[in-house]
């Protein structure tokens, strides 16, 4: 199959190039601006070609609503039917790839690999490792903690295992790689819409978050941490994790320690955007006004230190379409280029995924996003102008020539 005609940007931050061909054969990229020969030839004229999206920071096991999800209120039928659906618009807005930072196990993520459920290739931690009453332990105030994994559904959702001291801590993060997890997830601040905790709070000792980091390792693999304020991303690198989810609070400092041990920085901006118009209690809201510029200068400190900078938009609940939203309010921030690179490549980088996907490139798998227009001059077609789906070389969604 030839894709043909189209502006190609190739994920690498190199410019864009005019009147392209893309040839694809077996699911493989095989050739990059040849001419088209054959009956098999896609017409993408006036369209933008850029790798699949890769979103660093998602959570399918929450696609219902969060408060009704957590308190029995919603039927194990629409957990499911949620959360695959999610995962269809998910692919369908150009995402071929994604993170799941907490949520799911392996059920999931088997059921759209074998092709039953449509939804973009699944990287998964399996339950956050989080401390008794930390971020992660969305219990109500009444709930004794025995009650918290009665939450989880086995094959479907699993949101968290609470651990104290390294022993627990081990013995989780064994049970997470048994349930199928490629990487492992610890939460080591407080969070925004945490119940029994602030973002000044830290969480884990260095020793417990090192017990993680010792499997991981063992694994080939990594712990990437959900974290806030800078002790406690402090304690996380001397713990040896490789990558810091949000970081709202990252300073120059902190920035420069992450950059000297290569720990990458995945901010989460969409998710703050959305909070604001939820309706959340007052102590949550003012959170999330905090929340919002400090990410905004820590991508700063964090560009300026060198650090890599994923993209994540940590949406959570129902009406999950609008994930591009990350990269348009990134590029506000930024520049469009700079939003989809750190989509793209950049993000391959930090799943450790580069050498499959991320680039339009030969020999890379042939996931390919393609836009009615040029989202690099006008952003919003991240969000609303995605016409053309290639997920390992077979079209999975087609707006452009209907």
């Not at 349930?179 to 969070?191: E, Q």
């Not at 993680?212 to 304020?229: D, I, K, L, S, W």
């Not at 991303?233 to 970081?247: D, K, Y």
């Not at 940590?314 to 280029?337: H, T």
């Amino acid at each position: 199959m030839w894709l043909a005609g189209a502006t190609v940007v190739d994920g690498t931050g190199a410019d864009p190039v005019p009147d392209q061909a893309v040839r694809i054969e077996d699911g493989v990229i095989t050739e990059v601006g040849g001419r088209p020969s054959g009956p098999d030839v896609v017409d993408c004229t006036g369209m933008t070609l850029t790798p699949g999206l890769i979103d660093a920071h998602v959570h399918f096991g929450l696609s219902s609503d969060i408060n009704a999800s957590v308190t029995r209120a919603v039927s194990v039928a629409e957990l499911a039917a949620d959360m695959f659906d999610n995962c269809r618009r998910t692919l369908h807005s150009g995402f071929t790839t994604v993170r799941d930072t907490g949520g799911i196990d392996n059920g999931l993520a088997g059921v759209v690999a074998a092709g039953k459920v449509p939804g973009p290739h699944i990287i998964h931690c399996g339950p956050v490792l989080c401390q008794t009453g930390g971020h992660g332990h969305f219990a109500t105030d009444w709930e004794p903690t025995a009650d918290w994994v009665d939450h989880s559904v086995p094959g479907l959702r699993t949101l968290s295992l609470l651990g104290d001291g390294p022993d627990s801590v081990r013995r989780n993060a064994r049970e997470a790689f048994r349930r199928g997890a490629s990487f492992l997830k610890m939460c080591v601040t407080g969070g925004v819409v945490s119940r029994h905790d602030e973002l000044t709070d830290t969480q884990f000792t260095v020793d417990e978050i090192a017990a993680a980091v010792q499997e991981a390792t063992a694994r080939g693999t990594y712990v990437t941490v959900h974290a806030h304020n800078n002790e406690g991303i402090r304690n996380a690198i001397a713990a040896g994790v490789r990558c810091v989810e949000h970081g709202s609070q990252i300073d120059e400092k902190t920035a420069a320690l992450m950059a000297a041990h290569r720990v990458a920085h995945v901010p989460t901006l969409a998710v703050v955007r959305a909070l604001t118009t939820t309706g959340l209690p007052e102590a949550i809201t003012s959170r999330v006004g905090t929340v919002w510029q400090g990410q905004i200068d820590a991508i700063h400190a964090s560009r300026k230190a060198g650090v890599r900078i994923g993209s994540g938009s940590d949406l959570i609940g129902p009406n999950q379409e609008s994930r591009g939203r990350e990269l348009v309010l990134r590029a506000e921030v930024e520049d469009p280029m700079a939003a989809l690179v750190s989509a793209t490549s950049v993000n391959a980088d930090i799943l450790g995924i580069a050498d499959k996907v991320g680039t339009i490139t030969v020999g890379k798998r042939a996931d390919i996003a393609g836009f009615a227009g040029n989202p690099l001059a006008d952003t919003e077609l991240f969000v609303r102008g995605v016409a053309l789906v290639v997920q390992r070389g077979r079209v999975v969604r087609d707006s452009f020539s209907a």
